[in-house]
């Protein structure tokens, strides 16, 4: 059976080990979602990692609601991100682009007061980081059939542009209550057109956002993540185990290289649930590598490992205290806490200035 520490082949990878680094919001490029030298830093510290799942990036200007994080619709956004990947190359690792459309949870200070766009006119809970603050949201409207091309198109650019900046693949942003989730959940899509109602209606986007990220960037190089949980920002589904379950077998016939599910227990610290895992359900429809994540440290890792439900396990928190994390789990070091209050400041505070545990031990 499999450990963490045994090579595996991801699509187009030869990935080191299966210690995979989840994609983790910091808020460290420019107002204008230009990358920063110091993301290259940050990035090749955990260069160790079989594979790292960038950050979000957003795909437009429409689809990006979060204070200082990077994109992929500009020239200049692709020139910021050359170093990054270079860095992280040239560190040994590989990296791949996490596509990003907020949908409805993008404020309207980021659109020049226009309302955000969503499956349907609805209105997600909490409030929204901004520039200014946190404020509440505001409602979405329902997206046009012209609208729905016109971000298909968005997705496959964002692609392209990921490609022209060394990414080694891209991986689209399913989960957590964002735009592709938002179509998805019966909950956040009130559709009554050809992509909502039916299950098959509602992955009906997201098979066609899929398509056109193969026909882009090829199978090998498409990943896709999902959240088949219960109520996450908002977005509910009234069946998850078959929602999810047709999600996977989408995936699945489109060949694509992984699928990373988000899926938390009751028992999380963050974003917990009753819904059962659906992992199990989707195995059987998903053929390319599988991937979990939420709340793992090193022996439920390898647990569910030697269960077969998952060939690799991605871990998220812990790499931001531990940019040697693969090392301290090979070795059974203590994990370092992170800082949450600088999750998401500007500058190396509690971004790349988190010691290895060597230079612990050398102290």
Not at 2 to 21: A, E, H, K, T, V
Not at 77 to 99: D, N, S
Not at 318 to 325: A, E, S, T, V
Request: glycine fraction near 12%; charged fraction near 20%.
């Amino acid at each position: 059976m499999p450990s963490l520490f045994d090579p595996i082949r991801i699509g187009s990878l030869q990935c080191p080990n299966r210690i995979l680094m989840a994609p983790l919001t910091r808020g460290r490029a420019t107002r204008e979602g230009v990358p920063t030298p110091i993301m290259g830093t940050y990035y090749a510290q955990r260069a160790a990692a079989g594979l790292i799942i960038s950050e979000g990036v957003g795909i437009s200007r429409e689809g990006l609601g979060w204070p200082n994080a990077p994109g992929l619709w500009t020239d200049e956004q692709v020139e910021g991100w050359k170093p990054v990947t270079h860095a992280v190359h040239q560190a040994g690792g590989r990296i791949i682009a996490q596509l990003w459309h907020m949908g409805r949870l993008v404020h309207p200070d980021y659109l020049d007061g226009a309302a955000p766009l969503s499956a349907s006119a609805t209105t997600a809970p909490f409030k929204a980081h901004t520039h200014d603050g946190k404020k509440p949201y505001e409602a979405a409207r329902a997206a046009t059939f012209d609208d729905i091309s016109r971000i298909i198109g968005d997705y496959a650019r964002a692609a392209r542009n990921a490609v022209e900046a060394g990414f080694d693949g891209v991986q689209l942003h399913g989960a957590n209550g964002y735009l592709i989730d938002q179509f998805l959940r019966d909950g956040t899509n009130l559709r009554g057109d050809d992509y909502g109602g039916s299950v098959d209606n509602r992955v009906r986007f997201l098979r066609e956002v899929v398509a056109a990220l193969v026909s882009e960037v090829g199978a090998d190089r498409t990943h896709v993540r999902l959240s088949p949980n219960g109520a996450v920002q908002g977005c509910d589904d009234s069946d998850a185990q078959s929602l999810f379950t047709a999600a996977g077998a989408v995936c699945g016939e489109l060949g694509i290289a992984s699928l990373e599910l988000r899926e938390p227990g009751s028992q999380s610290s963050f974003l917990a649930t009753d819904v059962p895992p659906v992992s199990p359900a989707i195995r059987k429809v998903f053929g390319g590598t599988l991937i979990l994540n939420s709340d793992y440290v090193g022996a439920t890792a390898e647990a569910r490992l030697a269960e077969g439900v998952a060939d690799a396990i991605s871990f998220g928190r812990p790499f931001i205290g531990n940019p040697d994390l693969v090392e301290r789990l090979r070795r059974g070091l203590p994990l370092a806490d992170y800082d949450p209050k600088l999750a998401y400041t500007p500058g190396s505070e509690g971004y790349t200035d988190y010691p290895e545990a060597t230079a612990l031990t050398d102290a």
